[in-house]
């Protein structure tokens, strides 16, 4: 990949990185205080921003995926999936923060061929995402399987997206309890038999006790806490996987990744 082209994308990186930081303390600011007129400023102007920085991405197209995003992002639609105003704002924050991600999943793809996205370039910027995993071996590991999560997410396969996403969460969890030490983590309760026997709701639970994560993972969809289950209590098939589902699912992730890194 060409230098000055590295660089570019980079630096786009690293302000769509700010970006979202910011877009996590906007809706924060938005959930305690919603019509604090500084809030509703803060807020405007941080959508501002993101429209001006998805407009240099996309070209100034409004036909690119990425504009085309930023916009829907606005919508509410009804029953009938018509496409109306007025979502409201937290939750136009947190369609935002999507947007975000998809384009740092695009850019963290693409290689030096007019902007095409590819999948595993070996030129492509060295991710960061990741750097906060005690476990050098893991770092990789979890970074492709980000990148897979996207993708089966942009291919509407909702539960490889949602299954991914959620063995990558448990895998950075984990990750802190075992840095942690199990001696330590018996102070706020933790269960006596080693980690990695835990049930996935148990890591979460004692991760949150520990002061690890906040409590972000409370929005984890029933179908997500038990992605593990081979199926339901009644000995029948899984409950089948919505887009909201995976995209929920990957919205904890962002915020549970933020938790154990708060450089990010």
Not at 26 to 44: C, G
Not at 227 to 255: C, F, H, I, N, T
Request: aromatic residues 4%.
């Amino acid at each position: 990949m060409d230098e000055s082209l590295r660089a570019q994308l980079e630096t786009y990186l690293s302000h769509l990185d700010r970006l979202i930081r910011r877009g996590h303390q906007v809706r924060d600011s938005l959930a305690m205080d919603p019509v604090n007129p500084s809030v509703i400023a803060a807020t405007r102007a941080w959508q501002e921003d993101c429209g001006v920085t998805v407009n240099q991405l996309s070209g100034g197209s409004k036909a690119h995926w990425l504009a085309r995003s930023f916009s829907e992002a606005f919508l509410m639609r009804t029953a009938a999936g018509h496409a109306v105003e007025g979502a409201a704002p937290a939750e136009i924050v947190t369609r935002l923060l999507d947007v975000l991600e998809q384009a740092v999943t695009s850019l963290s793809r693409m290689d030096g061929n007019q902007g095409e996205v590819i999948s595993g370039s070996p030129e492509a910027p060295p991710p960061h995402r990741f750097d906060f995993v005690h476990n050098s071996e893991l770092r990789p590991i979890v970074e492709q399987a980000y990148i897979d999560s996207r993708r089966a997410l942009e291919q509407a396969e909702y539960d490889v997206a949602l299954g991914t996403t959620c063995g990558i969460l448990e895998a950075i969890v984990t990750d802190a309890l075992e840095h942690i030490g199990l001696s330590a983590l018996t102070t706020v309760g933790a269960p006596a038999e080693k980690i990695a026997d835990w049930s996935f709701n148990t890591r979460i639970g004692v991760a949150e006790r520990a002061g690890l994560i906040r409590n972000g993972c409370a929005r984890l969809p029933a179908v997500a806490r038990s992605y593990r289950d081979p199926a339901d209590a009644d000995g029948g098939s899984k409950a089948a996987v919505s887009e909201r589902d995976a995209r929920l699912a990957g919205q904890v992730l962002r915020v549970v990744m933020r938790d154990l890194d708060p450089g990010r």
